[in-house]
């Protein structure tokens, strides 16, 4: 696999007389070299060759560098400065960007605080949940304007992913995982590969598949300046990063479910739909997430073959393993179901959704329909910004449960669990979204929430900026009308927010297919 002998290169590297005498800090991966020292990281690919990857010489990592550089500034325009070209002086000493004979290439950096890496405050516990809206919509901005191809991914694409964790744990996982296990695996996931083909090209074809991040975990996201920025994306390999955008964002997914950090990870994943609407894509993610943690049982295992720590290697070994059954378990998602959350303004609707949807349904959690979400997208304008009566006549209201029931719909019938969240005032919309589970064949459970109206107008009003415009006058008026042939569950929401949640989730239980998938810890 090694090509070259870049010994000299790395110790030029690795001296700090090379950056004005500041300590190097040198991190190791399979294809790349990081040396940080002082305010730069600089980064030389190693001169490797593996079926996935060519650096082999040294005009392919420039061309590599280049394209690593171009790619990731989509992205992180203030991490990447540039290429840069170790040169050999004429006195035969090399430097970094000398005016000698380039004898190898580097891509320079701007270097940032390593604790501040999205892997590293999740495994310290401290990965802010507030900041899982905004990654989402990075990641949804960035898909948005990331370029398309219709010639590249599909359901070929997907068979490959699947035949190549199929051979590597034949020969790479060798020892580490059963072999009947990873046999199942693969049969499932063929079998799930061929009951959605259609879907794959179809998506293919309508401009889904884009060029993406490819390798879009949390040691692959930093905070800079408060924000959550995406770099070091795949140059390398056109078939890792020219897929479906749900395939880029299942690997962050799964990552954030492997750690035990669903609500993080439903988060993203209602934020992300949210913004792009993307829901005809539901029927794959089982597929997706399985495909993810397959590769990285696969990958794990090999890295605990190769490593000469022996505590270490059972560590990978245990990693490996968990790997493995997070895949086996994610194609065998539980039923759809369908639950609607009603009540009042203030009365907590959004909140108990929110609080229920990771622990419901297949990973990486139930979708959240909000009603006051769509009345915005109807309506052309921004979810902050507040509509006047021309928002909410009668005919905008009609159009905005008609379309909330058609996204529950779409959301039920693609395998995953909805939460309506809504008013629910009329007996006309209840039994609306109630006919869409019975249609759907998939169990319902209807919430509605209740509390008095001191309660109610004091929660309003200490709200910050939200998708809601209620105001106190809106709960009078809601207050005023009458309440006819209400059947749902009826939960006292004048309690604490862990007293209505623990109320709904009992109710939820009664209901629920017991092979939800959830690790709350």
């Not at 190791?28 to 593996?50: E, N, P, Q």
């Not at 609500?263 to 992300?272: C, D, I, L, S």
């Not at 106190?472 to 209505?500: E, F, K, M, P, Y």
Request: glycine residues 8%; contains cysteine.
């Amino acid at each position: 696999m090694i090509t070259e002998d870049q010994s000299s290169v790395v110790t030029l590297l690795s001296s700090p007389s090379t950056h004005a005498g500041a300590d190097v800090e040198r991190i190791d991966t399979h294809a790349s070299i990081v040396f940080l020292a002082g305010d730069r990281a600089w980064k030389l690919k190693r001169a490797v060759r593996y079926d996935y990857l060519d650096y082999s010489t040294a005009d392919r990592r420039r061309a590599m560098c280049e394209a690593e550089v171009r790619i990731n500034r989509r992205t992180a325009p203030a991490l990447y400065r540039g290429v840069t070209a170790v040169t050999r002086q004429a006195d035969g000493r090399l430097a970094i960007g000398g005016a000698g004979t380039p004898v190898d290439w580097l891509v320079e950096m701007t270097r940032f605080d390593q604790s501040n890496l999205l892997d590293r405050l999740a495994e310290a516990g401290v990965l802010p949940l507030h900041l899982m809206g905004p990654l989402a919509h990075a990641i949804a901005r960035f898909h948005d304007t990331a370029e398309c191809r219709k010639n590249q991914s599909g359901w070929d694409a997907m068979r490959r992913v699947i035949d190549g964790n199929a051979a590597g744990f034949v020969v790479e996982a060798a020892g580490i995982l059963d072999p009947v296990r990873c046999a199942r695996l693969t049969d499932r996931a063929r079998f799930v590969l061929d009951r959605g083909g259609v879907l794959l090209d179809r998506r293919r074809d309508a401009g889904m598949v884009r060029q993406c991040h490819g390798d879009l975990h949390l040691r692959n996201i930093v905070l800079l300046d408060g924000q959550p920025t995406l770099f070091d994306a795949i140059e390398f390999n056109d078939q890792i990063s020219w897929i479906d955008v749900l395939y880029d964002l299942a690997f962050l997914l799964m990552d954030l479910w492997r750690l035990g950090l669903p609500h993080h990870a439903n988060v993203v994943w209602n934020a992300y739909l949210s913004d792009t609407g993307d829901v005809d894509g539901l029927p794959l993610m089982p597929l997706f997430l399985s495909c993810r943690a397959a590769v990285m049982a696969k990958t794990t295992a090999t890295s605990a073959n190769l490593h000469t720590d022996a505590g270490r290697r059972v560590e990978l070994q245990s990693t490996a393993n968990d790997y493995l059954t997070m895949a086996e378990a994610l194609l065998e998602p539980p039923a759809p179901r369908l639950i609607a959350v009603g009540g009042f303004s203030g009365s907590g609707k959004s909140t108990l959704a929110l609080a229920l949807a990771s622990s419901i349904g297949a990973v990486p959690g139930a979708v959240v329909i909000r009603s006051d979400e769509i009345r915005k997208k109807l309506c052309g304008v921004k979810p902050l910004d507040r509509l006047g009566p021309e928002g909410y006549t009668d005919d905008v209201s009609r159009r905005v449960y008609r379309t909330l029931m058609e996204h529950v719909d779409k959301v039920v019938r693609g395998g995953y669990t909805a939460i309506a969240d809504a008013v629910f005032a009329k007996s006309a919309d209840r039994d609306a979204v109630q006919h869409v589970a019975v249609a759907a064949g998939v169990p319902f459970a209807g919430l509605w929430l209740e509390a008095p109206a001191p309660v109610l107008i004091s929660r309003v009003e200490r709200r910050g900026p939200d998708v809601s415009d209620a105001g106190n006058d809106v709960i009078r008026r809601q207050l005023a009308a009458r309440l006819d042939s209400l059947r749902w569950h009826r939960l006292d929401a004048s309690g604490t927010r862990q007293q209505v949640c623990d109320a709904a989730g009992a109710i939820v239980r009664d209901q629920s297919d017991p092979r939800i998938f959830a690790r709350n810890r």
